[in-house]
């Protein structure tokens, strides 16, 4: 399990850490708690070609390593983990328009969305059903008064982080909904952002996790043309979203990682800078504890997190490996970002100080891309079933 970063990713670390320091760490506080849009930021990553890491390099993209897809959101993270959700959903779904997408679908947009020009993310969960996601109720049935080449959608989609900025917006959908199993009778839909009758209805509020919006969108009778079914082929949608999965749990857990970091540079700063009775607060026996925990579990996240990233870029499969990095980065960045609070005493309650973002981030970690409990469940289930094997 030895694991060096390549000069060619240390050099990538640094450009982007100088990114961060410049352009997201001073304003973060401030922005976070006005609700402000990160425009500035945005326009930042796109000139640093982020918005096409999953992109292919024939369609504009960066194409980047999965070890350097984890850097970029650990790095960002540990500025403004609001920040790694504008471009979270929109790589993941690049990843998915890459790999499932027709020769038409992927020129159309790929090369606006490795630009940035063009935004996305996806729409899976509804009011109703989140984990079961066999239990949406949203429909794509064809049009059959017409020439029955149209979808006619009609749904619901709660939580859909980039809904006001996604065109298209890929939307999980039933094309036949009497199918058994429903996953079979499942498609997604790339739903473009003007279409009469799509309307992004509400932001939805949040403790955290700001900077992105958070929104439920309601489609009523919306007319998808054919060729935007995701693929071309019915019944795949489940599969396809699926699929994305892996991508999607580093993503996660390389921004625990960022979290944990910065969890661990205010605690480390703020022992050494704090007096009580006299001396440092980081003399104390129990802030020394708190510390080296934060320490521990921060790199053995990342260790894990690298590790499970390499493997994918060995062409391994890894859908437990990138699950058992999500569960253990998402569990360490609570416990560190409430650590951290610890450290800081009645300070670490104060809006004024940075360590309160991050325990109110961090939660969302170990909801995302699969409760950490749905995915003790998969983990345990590959390995009895022997696809996956620990030594
Ligand atoms: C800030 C934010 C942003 C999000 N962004 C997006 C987005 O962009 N696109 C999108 O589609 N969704 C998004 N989501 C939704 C997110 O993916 C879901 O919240 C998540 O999948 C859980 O679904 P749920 O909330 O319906 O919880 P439920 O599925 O109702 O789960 C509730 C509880 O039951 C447990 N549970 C459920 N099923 C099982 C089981 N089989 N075994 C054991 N325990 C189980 C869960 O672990 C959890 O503790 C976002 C959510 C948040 C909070």
């Known amino acids: 399990m030895d694991f060096q970063l390549s000069d060619e990713q240390r050099l990538y670390r640094e450009t982007l850490r100088r990114f961060v320091d410049r352009e997201i760490v001073p304003v973060a506080r401030e922005w976070e708690h006005s609700g402000r849009y990160p425009t500035e930021i945005v326009a930042g990553m796109r000139e640093l070609g982020l918005f096409g890491l999953a992109v292919p390099e024939e369609y504009g993209g960066l194409a980047a390593d999965t070890v350097s897809f ?33 020769e038409e679908q992927k020129s159309r947009y790929l090369p606006e969305l490795a630009s940035g020009a063009r935004r996305t993310g996806i729409a899976l969960t509804e009011p109703g059903a989140g984990t079961d996601l066999q239990g949406i109720r949203t429909t794509a049935l064809r049009d059959r008064e017409g020439d029955g080449d149209d979808y006619i959608v009609d749904g619901t989609k709660m939580w859909i982080t980039n809904a006001r900025h996604a065109d298209p917006l890929p939307v999980l959908v039933k094309t036949d909904p009497s199918a058994t199993p429903a996953h079979k009778g499942m498609s997604i839909l790339l739903v473009e952002a003007d279409s009469p009758g799509f309307e992004v209805t509400q932001d939805i509020g949040k403790i955290g996790y700001k900077g992105t919006e958070s929104c439920e969108v309601v489609l009523t009778g919306v007319r998808v043309p054919s060729s935007q079914l995701l693929g071309g082929v019915e019944g795949r949608g489940l599969q396809q979203a699926l699929s994305s999965l892996e991508t999607g749990r580093i993503n996660i857990a390389a921004r625990s990682v960022g979290i944990a970091q910065r969890a661990y540079d205010e605690a480390l700063s703020y022992a050494r800078d704090r007096e009580a009775f006299g001396q440092p607060i980081g003399e104390f026996q129990a802030v020394q504890m708190r510390l080296a925990e934060i320490a521990v579990k921060l790199q053995a996240a990342r260790l894990m997190t690298y590790w499970a990233a390499s493997r994918m870029d060995d062409g391994v499969r890894m859908d437990t490996e990138s699950g058992m990095a999500k569960i253990f980065a998402s569990e360490a960045a609570l416990e560190c970002a409430t650590d951290a609070m610890r450290i800081h005493g009645g300070y670490g309650y104060s809006t004024e100080f940075e360590v309160e973002r991050l325990y109110r981030d961090a939660p969302l970690m170990s909801i995302g891309e699969g409760t950490n409990d749905v995915l003790r469940g998969v983990v345990a289930k590959a390995l009895l079933a022997g696809k996956a094997q620990i030594r």
Request: aromatic share 10%; proline share 0%; glycine share 16%.
């Open 70 to 102: 984890a850097l970029t959101f650990e790095e960002i993270s540990r500025g403004w983990m609001g920040i790694a959700g504008i471009l979270g959903s929109h790589s993941v779904t690049c990843w998915m328009l890459a790999r499932h997408g027709t």
